[in-house]
């Protein structure tokens, strides 16, 4: 059975004619072709899916879009304003904390979750934030050390951001 | 060593893909959607052995939706990693040999119906006994596995004795024997399996798959199906981890080709996280017996090394595992005497292969511990016993391997001394305690899996009239970097900025053959190619910029995208002026290089396992909390001292380095491949325990860099080797914090409450195996030691 939904995504909206029972993963990915938002079970278990509603960090294999109709979803890809990369997406490339990246999205978009509410975590409260995102290759330690430098640099660069255009 | 010999090498660079995979614009091989694609999906067996009388797929061809199915009858012709074991098929056809073990196949147009189609396949089953452990494959009765091998069950049996164990054991002061066993684990990727095969009107097949062997898929599907290589093209899609876990051509990359084959349409598969607990080819589960003859001052006499091995229901890479159990104990410490005995089984499980450390980690989790203990008993420090007699650089060992460089003692040193380890040891209140192990790894098999003389790696390089340098190579990046290493190579030899390289990686179609991403030889062996490829085409571009700057071409120099005169900078040209130049004087401007491991082999059977160009060294320090209580180990600290050459780019050995820590963490405290009731027990990610950002200590990492004589820029390995000291410097923590010893991984707490309770009754305080199976292993092989090994 099908239904029309209607989805905001990354600042957009979109309808989508889709069958009843598919995942808000499945529905980003394959009807949306937001493919940076992953896979790794696709039964809640590693987080490699996440994606924040309304700025909290949901499991979009254990969602249904039906149950997020026009609240705010942000994927991977919605990071990045105007070709801008976010503080988080810089440090992660520049300490190497994406190694495979095929968690980084979801963990990334959590991380933002964090900082969000909190702009000056303790790495205690990042590891607490980040613990239901298995990551395989980098150790977390990469992971731990971009957060902290992307939330530094957040802190710096609030202010001015303000006046920006 | 000042910062300025080099512009690239060393600097602490982003990956050239990192910007990719942190905004999701990279595509992986489950990204990929074409036009009129079908959805596949594998119908595993139900038995863990069983005879596959009759296959009817009838009634799922008629469901709506549905375009093909396949079983193996389709997909006859055996493959298999190795030359001497071919025992797999695209699906099963005679039987199914473990739990989920594939046997056919459906081509629908979305997931559900595929899905709902396997539930119409009918199969009757004819269920043969099961094997599901050392003991049973080696003592039960009735049909094996498979019907070749070394007898019944066994697929391989090895017996190799290098110089005078007998001569050494009878010199020795004090000789231990020990046993020891090493669990089953997997490499848990975070990123399923995933294949797209699409066969088009021109009779050409291509293969999108998240492989980490590309060249080795294609050799497996031009043989399965029928199709000359000419015909075939293999993509590595960027792999979401990989750790040796992608290193087979798989089942379902063969039945997707198929599909596309039968069907004229793009077919994609994407294994469920279940199915990929099935492919497997994870961590053999190894039970051990060692005995060892040690000098008062800790000089090892003689050493006998014996391994069961639990290999699953393929060969796989099995018989080199077997083979690696046994190679490098020899390559750390001074060894002038060694017996090697190894068999491999056969058993209904899924097939164990090559994880990070390949055979490797198990062994040396078991010498580490002995050492631990026989330091104890000689009343000699864990570092005094290391450190007096490790091996002599530029020698060999007693099983003929080669030593090039090597600088464990200073990371003996270093992560000693940065953890206080002397200070801490046997010194610390109790329930806390560190712990030392060492180790060496390969950098790249000195051999090719099928023989050849051919090179093992090729990198081409082609040059626009730009300046811009396009790079071809067919190594695959599984998140290692190896695309990042390939681009600073160049751009190092080549003067340029790493934004100025393209590569293209990976695509057999398009890019000169590597053989993979496996045995820790990327680095090494395609930077030696790519430094041959562009220090051919710098020799064109500084001649042509000599002669019009009319200066002799070893005056110039490239760096910074310029060609300059050494002593007069001004003298210079623009890096794509002197392309143009050169291009005029000598043609269009492109180049290859190669690398060949040198020959390093010797004349006896097994020689071809354990050589390599040259060994990296790690050391490490654990740290541990125990709780006496709960018996739970609580690691608080790691620090590792890890020889790796030269670090092309410290980030990434840091990264590497920082994963491997991880890995071994994991192993040594809580993953394991568990089987109830002939199947396994926890094929998911939640129940399959592996370590959080909560569970994962800090971890200090100490690049020692002695430049090897043989790397590109004096590198060795960095992505395998950091892992094997991790297991047992967490055991012996364990014992110095509580003074049991858990002779087994994983050490989880029942293991430690069991030896505290075992400790509190006056007993032995120590849990793991007894012993090893009473088997007659053949008479050895007898070879000579190396002349220049270590003598009694």
Redesign the interface.
């Known amino acids: 059975m099908k239904q029309l939904i209607h989805l905001r995504v990354n600042g957009e909206k979109h309808e989508v004619w889709t069958s009843v029972h598919k995942t808000l993963l499945e529905v980003l990915r394959e009807d949306l072709q937001l493919t940076g938002v992953k896979h790794g079970c696709e039964l809640g278990e590693c987080g490699t899916c996440t994606v924040l509603v309304d700025g909290e960090p949901v499991l979009s294999c254990l969602a249904l879009p039906i149950e997020v109709q026009d609240r705010e979803i942000l994927t991977v890809e919605g990071l990045a304003q105007q070709g801008r990369p976010h503080p988080l997406q810089t440090a992660f490339a520049e300490l190497g904390a994406a190694q495979c990246g095929y968690c980084t999205p979801g963990i990334l978009v959590t991380a933002k979750a964090l900082l969000d509410h909190n702009p000056n975590p303790t790495r205690d409260a990042i590891r607490e934030a980040l613990a239901g995102n298995l990551c395989r290759c980098t150790g977390y330690t990469k992971i731990l050390q971009a957060v902290e430098l992307a939330a530094e640099r957040m802190r710096v660069q609030a202010p001015a951001a303000r006046y920006e255009r | 060593m000042s910062d300025n010999e080099f512009a690239i090498i060393g600097k602490p660079l ?2 050239v ?12 091989a ?2 990929l ?1 074409l036009p009129r694609m079908l959805y596949a999906k594998l119908l595993g067996c139900h038995y863990p052995h069983a005879r596959l009388k009759h296959i009817s797929a009838a009634r799922a061809e008629a469901l709506p939706g549905v375009v093909a199915v396949i079983t193996g009858a389709d997909l006859p012709v055996k493959y298999g990693i190795l030359p001497s074991s071919q025992d797999e098929t695209g699906l099963s056809g005679d039987k199914g040999r473990f739990v989920g073990d594939p046997i056919a196949a459906v081509a629908a147009v979305d997931e559900e119906t595929a899905e709902r189609a396997l539930e119409l396949i009918e199969v009757e089953y004819a269920p043969l006994p099961a094997y599901l452990s050392i003991e049973e494959a080696l003592t039960k009765g009735g049909e094996p596995v498979h019907d070749y091998g070394d007898q019944g069950n066994i697929h391989k049996l090895v017996s190799l004795e290098f110089g005078d164990p007998e001569t050494g054991l009878a010199q020795a002061d004090y000789v231990r024997e020990d046993a020891f066993f090493y669990q089953g684990n997997t ?6 399996h995933a294949a797209l095969a699409q066969y088009t009107a021109d009779g050409k097949l291509t293969l999108w798959s998240s492989t980490q062997t590309p060249h080795y898929v294609h050799r497996a599907l031009s043989r399965t199906l029928g199709l000359p290589l000419s015909r075939i093209r293999v993509i590595a899609t ?6 040796g876990g992608k290193s087979d051509p798989f089942g379902h990359e063969i039945a997707v080709a198929k599909l596309a084959m039968i069907t004229g349409r793009p077919v994609k598969i994407t294994l ?2 279940e199915e990929v607990f099935y492919a497997h080819r994870g961590r053999h589960p190894v039970l051990m017996w060692v005995k060892t003859g040690v000098r008062k001052d800790g000089a090892i006499t003689a050493m006998h090394f014996k391994t069961f091995l639990d290999g699953g229901a393929y060969g796989s890479y099995g018989v080199a595992s077997t083979y690696y159990t046994g190679a490098l104990q020899t390559v750390t410490y001074k060894i002038p005497a060694y017996k090697f005995e190894g068999l491999r089984l056969f058993t209904n499980k899924p097939p164990c292969g090559p994880k990070r450390g390949h055979g490797t980690p198990q062994p040396r989790f078991a010498l580490e511990i002995q050492l631990d203990k026989i330091a104890e008993a000689l009343g000699l420090s864990p570092v005094d016993i290391r450190r007096k007699f490790l091996v002599d650089e530029n020698s060999y060992t007693v099983n003929h391997l080669r030593i090039t460089s090597c600088a464990l003692g200073e990371c003996i040193d270093k992560a000693a001394a940065a953890s206080g380890f002397l200070q801490k040891h046997r010194k610390l209140p109790f329930g806390k305690g560190v712990g030392l192990a060492c180790s060496s790894y390969l950098t790249g098999a000195g051999l090719p899996i099928y023989w050849n003389n051919m090179p093992h790696t090729s990198v081409q390089i082609k040059i626009d009239r730009g300046g811009g340098v396009t790079v071809l190579c067919g190594e695959t990046d ?4 190896s695309d990042s290493v390939l681009a600073y190579t160049v751009a190092e030899v080549l003067g340029v900025n790493v934004s100025d390289i393209q590569l293209v990686t990976s695509d057999t179609d398009l890019t000169p053959i590597d053989l993979g991403s496996y045995s820790s030889r990327v680095t090494f062996m395609m930077g030696n190619a790519a430094i041959e490829a562009a220090q051919k085409l710098r020799k064109l571009i500084l001649e042509a910029t000599a002669e019009k700057l009319e200066l002799p071409a070893d005056a110039l120099t490239a760096r910074g995208n310029r060609i300059y005169n050494v002593d007069n900078e001004r003298q210079s040209l623009s890096f794509a002026e002197a392309v143009q130049i050169a291009e005029a004087k000598h043609g269009a401007l492109g180049a290859m290089g190669s690398y060949t491991p040198p020959k390093l082999a010797r004349p006896f059977r097994g020689s071809g396992v354990g050589p390599s160009p040259a060994y990296s060294y790690s050391a490490c320090v654990a740290q541990v909390d125990v709780d006496p209580e709960t018996g739970e180990v609580k690691v608080v600290k790691v620090w590792i001292a890890h020889d790796c050459g030269r670090a092309i780019n410290p ?2 050995v ?2 590497q380095t ?6 071994g963490l994991g192993e040594a405290l809580m993953e394991e491949q568990e089987f109830r009731r002939n199947q396994h027990k926890i094929p ?3 129940e399959y325990k ?1 370590p ?3 569970e ?1 200590p ?2 200090e990492t100490i690049i020692v860099e002695r430049p090897d004589p043989g790397g590109p820029f004096g590198a060795k390995e960095a992505g395998q080797g950091p892992l094997l000291p991790v297991p047992p410097a967490v055991a012996n923590a364990v014992y110095d914090a509580v003074g049991v010893r858990i002779d087994e991984i994983p050490i989880t707490p029942d293991k430690v409450l069991k030896a505290l309770g075992y400790k509190a009754e006056g007993k032995e305080p120590r849990v793991g195996p007894k012993g090893v199976p009473a088997f007659e292993f053949p008479d050895p092989i007898h070879v000579e030691p190396h002349p220049q090994a270590p003598r009694l």
């Open positions: 982003p990956k893909d990192a910007l990719g995979k942190v905004t999701g614009e990279t595509k992986y489950d990204d959607f490499h848990l990727p975070m990123e399923q960027p792999v979401g981890g990989g750790f469920t996280r599984i998140g290692q970097g980030l990434l840091q990264g920082e994963g491997s820590v991880y890995m998911s990610m939640l592996s959080t950002t909560l994962t800090e971890i």
